[in-house]
């Protein structure tokens, strides 16, 4: 396109990009040639490589206690904060849920309902208060006011 001597915005139409965007290739491709705009690679690098990230699989062994919280759940937020603190780095919660997954970890469930929870208290609550909280439900009536339905001939 660039030495057919189409215009950027011409490009950045047909490529749907910006033209700022356009406007950096070109001058990439004037100064280097094609080659220069050959992809290297994605933007996104992981914050924390394999080294690093094993470094963290100890550190989650070792669990939340010994890192100082008054339990033994491992939650995003923690993990976050085990990561700043240890490595001196930020991600987002959903990065890390990403990174997590993508290095075979996955969301834990409880095996078991906890002793203290109050069954009665709980089917009360979904009968009386959850109804209440629950946005209602969308009627079924007529909401389309295009020209192909008989109705609105």
Do not use: C, Y
């Amino acid at each position: 396109m660039f030495a057919e001597g189409q215009g950027n915005a011409t490009v950045a139409k047909e490529l749907r990009v910006s033209v700022r965007s356009v406007q950096r290739w070109r001058r990439s491709w004037q100064e280097g040639g094609r080659q220069t705009l050959h992809s290297k690679g994605s933007a996104a690098r992981p914050k924390l490589n394999e080294a690093l990230f094993a470094v963290l699989e100890q550190e989650l062994a070792k669990g939340p206690v010994a890192h100082g919280w008054p339990d033994q759940t491992w939650t995003l937020a923690r993990i976050k904060t085990l990561i700043g603190r240890r490595f001196h780095r930020t991600l987002t919660l959903s990065a890390i849920a990403r990174m997590l997954r993508r290095h075979g970890w996955s969301h834990q469930i409880p095996a078991r309902r906890a002793l203290e929870r109050d069954e009665d208290a709980v089917a009360g609550w979904v009968k009386e208060t959850w109804p209440q909280a629950k946005p209602p439900r969308r009627r079924p009536t007529a909401g389309s006011s295009s020209r192909t339905r008989p109705a609105s001939r």
